[in-house]
């Protein structure tokens, strides 16, 4: 992955810094050196919903996982999920039941602010980009890979039933995110729509993203909205 930074002021160190922890987690569970990872398939998914609900749905501390998420749910020890975030990223992380081939012993998400998510499931990769397309609508890019030492060792016919099984997987997640996004954009647009209080148990992740979304705004706008 190379990473831009269009702010003339800011540094390398700057950069690592702010995000050297979560970069460590993913480095120490998966290697993202490009000899450690198999590029597997890239894949376009479209959402119905701002892309900012879509990403509230990705850092809401696992939130949802039990409602939406019921096969996944029950390959992981729920009790063991944990949040850690910034107003930079969000980290959440649960040991696996060991029951999945695809979860394996832990899962680990990765959530860099804005927009850009690593999902890590096992010896399995998911690098997923979101991009805003309207007011209402976003889509969000999926790149596949599997740790090379997971490859090695395992004849064709292994490796592509693990990957076709892993992507299946990923495939049952996404039409159940995409469901439960759309239906909160439908939500939001409703006339009974009323926004409450942040949840500080549930929503503090949520909380830092919209608050540093929200400075953002008010500067490029000199305060006009």
């Given at each position: 992955m190379?990473?831009?930074n269009f702010d003339l002021a800011a540094s390398v160190e700057q950069f690592h810094a702010t995000y050297q922890k979560p970069f460590e987690a993913n480095m120490a569970l998966n290697g993202f050196d490009d000899d450690k990872?198999?590029?597997?398939?890239?894949l376009?998914?479209?959402?119905?919903c701002n892309w900012k609900v879509l990403q509230d749905n990705n850092i809401d501390g696992g939130y949802h996982i039990p409602y939406v998420h019921k096969?996944?749910?029950s390959n992981i020890q729920l009790d063991t999920y944990e949040t850690e975030f910034t107003e930079d990223y969000c980290m959440q992380t649960a040991k696996?039941?060991?029951?999945?081939?695809r979860v394996g012993s832990a899962i680990l998400y990765t959530a860099v602010y804005p927009a850009t998510n690593i999902n890590c499931y096992g010896p399995f990769v998911e690098l997923n980009l979101?991009?805003?397309k309207t007011a209402k609508t976003c889509e969000i890019i999926f790149e596949y890979?599997?740790?090379?030492?997971?490859v090695d060792?395992?004849?064709?016919e292994e490796v592509d039933k693990y990957i076709q099984e892993s992507l299946d997987s990923s495939y049952s997640v996404q039409e159940e995110d995409l469901n439960i996004c759309n239906a909160v954009q439908t939500g939001l647009q409703s006339s009974g729509y009323v926004a409450g209080r942040y949840s500080p148990k549930i929503e503090a992740s949520n909380y830092a993203f919209h608050s540093k979304l929200a400075k953002q705004y008010l500067e490029y706008t000199n305060g006009q909205i």
């Open positions: 190379v990473f831009v990872l198999v590029w597997v398939r890239d376009k998914f479209h959402y119905d096969t996944l749910a696996g039941k060991g029951s999945d081939a979101i991009y805003p890979y599997l740790r090379k030492d997971f060792g395992k004849t064709k």
